[in-house]
Every structure is written in structure tokens, then in C-alpha cells.
């Protein structure tokens, strides 16, 4: 069995783990980290339900230079997976360099091309197909 390597650090997660807890002050839920297997980040719980999913990315861009935000479409393609099989919403958040916004699938048709990680490309699977989200669908936190 083929086994990519993890490419996540320990500074990553310090950085999905700072907007973690911002969204849980905010939407005064609890986010549980879903194990790998699961694709997406988190689940959304309140009261030890689960009440929704999210995928957090962290993004060295501001929020106003780009019009889309691209993502892979594995990611979303899953999220929309467990979303429609639990009848529970799917939240894409995402960390720029000021400013925190999140957007919630409903289904919209992106754009979707061949890209993904091209300046610093770390192996052949950096390059997917991705979805290029409209930057104005997403909502500041």
C-alpha cells in the first residue's frame, strides 16, 4: 500500500489549532479533530451532538488580493460526502493574514482545474484537481 508522506508540521497546527479555538468562542460550539482517515478537519458539536463539519485552511494571502480561493477538490467533494449522508452542514474556514472568513457549501458550481501547490511543489500529488471557490461567497467571521 503506497503511503504519501504527511507533510503537516507541528507549525501548521499551532495555526489551525489558533482559529479552532476563535470559531469555538464564536459560534460557542465545541470542534472535535476527526481522524485522518475522515479527509476534513473537524466536526461542529454543541451539547455532545454534532451539528456540522469544517475544514480549516491557513492562508499567507490577504483576503482582498485574490478573486477565488482554491482548494482540492477531494476536500470539498468529501465534506459535501458526509454532509449529505448526516443532513448536516459543511464549512470551509479560512485563516488570511488578518482576517478570518468562512464559507458554507450549498452546492454552488466552482470552477474546477488542474493546480495546487506549484512554487514550493514537494511531490507529483501537489498537483490535483481543485475547485477555485469565488472569494466573495465567503462570509468574515
Known amino acids: 500500500m503506497y503511503k504519501r508522506p504527511i507533510y503537516e508540521t507541528s507549525e501548521h497546527l499551532k495555526r489551525e489549532y489558533a482559529v479552532r479555538d476563535i470559531i469555538q468562542k464564536k459560534w460557542i460550539c465545541k470542534l472535535e479533530k476527526l481522524p485522518r482517515k475522515d479527509i476534513i478537519d473537524y466536526a461542529i458539536c454543541r451539547h455532545g451532538s454534532i451539528c456540522g463539519w469544517i475544514e480549516i485552511k491557513c492562508r499567507k494571502q490577504e483576503y482582498t488580493l485574490s478573486t477565488h480561493l482554491m482548494i482540492s477538490m477531494h476536500k470539498i ?5 458526509i ?5 448536516l452542514p459543511f464549512f470551509l474556514v479560512v485563516k488570511f493574514n488578518s482576517d478570518i472568513y468562512y464559507y458554507k457549501d450549498n452546492r454552488e458550481k466552482h470552477e474546477l482545474r488542474w493546480a495546487g501547490r506549484i512554487k514550493s511543489q514537494r511531490d507529483d500529488e501537489d498537483l490535483e484537481p ?3 471557490i ?6 468574515k467571521l
Open 134 to 139: 469565488e472569494i466573495g461567497l465567503f462570509e
Open 130 to 132: 481543485c475547485y477555485f
Open 83 to 87: 454532509s449529505d449522508s448526516t443532513g
Open 77 to 81: 467533494n468529501h465534506g459535501r460526502l
